[in-house]
């Protein structure tokens, strides 16, 4: 079986699906889809996909895919997903999973009631090193694990349209925190979180978005059968990271630790003295010493994450990340805003009407 699938979108996350798809057997990259026409041109030429379209909807009606995958700004994330469920389409979205609660049910019941595969696209649940930690986690290697931090740090978006709180839903928290927040439930096993309280502010951004730039966010787990007592979740983020990326998950336990870094445990270590184009430093500047990124995508779980995908379409096994996890993921989002807004500790399940989550935070 070809599993022929579309993309939306054609920008950076869109450039990783492409690099993730075309090194996975059985699957065919058939086209791709985006309102910007020297975009979607030149990433049809770049990645040698036979088929072109400025509107998605004419992708969907096309008869030539079996599945999308949304990487496209995240205001469309819904829309998108609502229209590939009706025409049959199986569906893989990119991380935040919508701007609303609201959106991600509306996302979940059109899915189900079409019967087609909706994943939620973490990709660092699928990055060899972060699974490798989580591995260790689980065979009891560190012990009892009480403590996950995961942060992701840089110098800000790759896109525009992220400093744009209408289009985006807020600033690094939405950009970032969704991985930090999915990494840490994951290595919990998704146990219950109780309660979410966070620190969020704009320090070095503020000519360029309303957003948040830093955010610290402290999730803690309620007791389970592997967590008796219970666990502690830090998510990190920042767009206000001068020197280059810096992305770790960090696992504790009472008879051990692991500490996982990505961008540096992958990446050469460079001087130069005329800097240099770059695609995963984000960072202002390359010159003098850097870490220089080497195989983002794999490092970073993107054809694990489609391989994954598509063994899900091909045998109807459930997603390790469902849309219910994208949801939950957001649920602690908005919950954090308010935290931040309020100065409080905030209860889980947390239920808000909020268009955007960081509306909870920039209420007068």
Known sequence: MTVRVGIVGSRFVATLHAQALRQIPGVELVAAASPTPEHVWEFHRRFEIPH???????????????????????????????????????????????????????????????????MYGENLCFAPKYVRAKELADEGALGEVYSVRQLECHYGPHSDWFWDVSRSGGGVLMDMGCHSIAYCRWVFGNDPIDTVYAEVGNFVHKERTRGDDHAVVMMRFAPSD?????????????????????????????????????????????????????????????????????????????????????????????????????????????????????????????????ARPVDLWLVE
């Not at 004419?58 to 998108?80: F, W």
């Not at 967590?227 to 770790?248: C, F, K, M, Q, Y």
């Open 52 to 118: 072109a379209f400025g509107d998605y909807k004419d992708m969907l009606a096309s008869g030539l895919i079996d599945a999308v995958t949304v990487a496209c700004p995240n205001d469309l994330h819904c829309e998108v997903t609502i229209a590939a469920a009706a025409a049959g389409k199986h569906v893989l979205v990119d991380k935040p999973l919508a701007l609303s609660l609201a959106e991600c049910d509306r996302m979940i019941a059109a899915c189900k009631k079409a019967g087609v595969v909706l």
């Open 226 to 354: 592997r967590h008796p007592r219970g666990g502690l979740g830090i998510a990190e983020n920042s767009w206000a990271r001068t020197g280059g990326l810096d992305d770790r998950a960090e696992i504790y336990g009472t008879k051990g630790l692991t500490v996982a870094d990505i961008a540096r445990g992958s990446a050469l270590n460079t001087y130069s003295a005329e800097g240099y184009s770059y695609a995963t430093e984000k960072a202002p500047r390359t010159r003098g010493w850097t870490w220089t990124g080497y195989e983002e995508a794999w490092s970073y779980g993107f054809p694990q994450e489609m391989a994954h995908f598509v063994e899900c379409i091909e045998s109807g096994k459930r997603p390790m990340l469902t849309g219910e996890d994208g949801r939950a993921v957001l649920e602690v989002i908005c919950a954090a805003y308010e935290s931040a807004r309020s100065g409080r500790r905030v209860t889980l399940p947390f239920n808000t009407n909020a």
